[in-house]
Structures are given as structure tokens and as C-alpha cells.
């Protein structure tokens, strides 16, 4: 059985930058991409969804980022630490979430695919980026 742990969370002010760390232990054959997705406060009783932030696909490497995050975020992977990375920089308020690891398995589909949760079905507990002056 897959799992995944994410560590890294922290509170930080505006423009610093975060290094998330997400290790994943057992068989990873079969496994497609890996992602980071958040969910950010909640707002009143309106349901937050988690949304995707970036994923990383198995085969090739292939990156794809939220536009929201483009050019501040970095998603990396070291296979030797089986551990996925998500570099943080440039932080803004709205980044403030929980912040989620995941796994989707085979058959591997488009890129953008991997930045919706419902190809996901292997997550971490989260960890907490909290950005504020």
C-alpha cells in the first residue's frame, strides 16, 4: 500500500519562500503523476474545494502548474529520497492553505488532467502554509 507523507508547513510573511516535502513509501509501480494540490480557509459555510497547484507525471517528467502559481512555484522530485518537493517563493496571502501530496494511478492521461483531484486517490494528511505580515 502506497503512502504519503507531507512535511515543510509553516507560517512565513509575504514574499518568502517555503519548501514543501512530500515522502511516499511502498510499491509505486502503476503510478502515473504525482501532484500538489491546497485548500484555503474556509469561508463562512462555503464548502473550499482543494484545488490543484502542480503535478509531476511518472513517465517523463512532465510538469504542469496552476496558473496562479506560474513562475513562484517549483515542483521537483527526487526518486533516490522518494520524495516529491513543491519550492515556494514570492509567497502571497492567498497561498495561505493546507497543503496537500497525491498520487494518481495508470493509464496516464493529458497533463492538465493531473491538476483535478479526481484522478488522485492516494493522499497525505496535509500541511499548513500560513502567509501573513
Known amino acids: 500500500q502506497v503512502q504519503v507523507a507531507e512535511s515543510g508547513g509553516g507560517s512565513v510573511q509575504p514574499g518568502d519562500s517555503l519548501k514543501l516535502s512530500c515522502e511516499f513509501s511502498?510499491?509505486?509501480?502503476?503510478?502515473?503523476?504525482m501532484g500538489w494540490f491546497r485548500r484555503g480557509p474556509p469561508q463562512g459555510r462555503e464548502y473550499v474545494a482543494r484545488?490543484?497547484?502542480?503535478?509531476?507525471?511518472?513517465?517523463?517528467?512532465?510538469?504542469t502548474y496552476a496558473q496562479f502559481v506560474r513562475g513562484r512555484f517549483t515542483i521537483s522530485r527526487d526518486n533516490a529520497k522518494n520524495t516529491l518537493y513543491l519550492l515556494m517563493s514570492d509567497l502571497k496571502p492567498e497561498d495561505t492553505g493546507t497543503y496537500y501530496c497525491?498520487?494518481?494511478?495508470?493509464?496516464?492521461?493529458?497533463?492538465?488532467?493531473?491538476?483535478?483531484?479526481?484522478?488522485?486517490?492516494?493522499w497525505g494528511q496535509g500541511t499548513q502554509v500560513t502567509v501573513a505580515s
Open positions: 511502498g510499491d509505486l509501480r502503476g503510478i502515473a503523476a
Open positions: 497525491a498520487l494518481a494511478p495508470g493509464p496516464r492521461f493529458g497533463l492538465p488532467t493531473y491538476l483535478h483531484s479526481t484522478v488522485y486517490n492516494v
Open positions: 484545488e490543484g497547484v502542480a503535478a509531476i507525471t511518472t513517465d517523463d517528467g512532465s510538469i
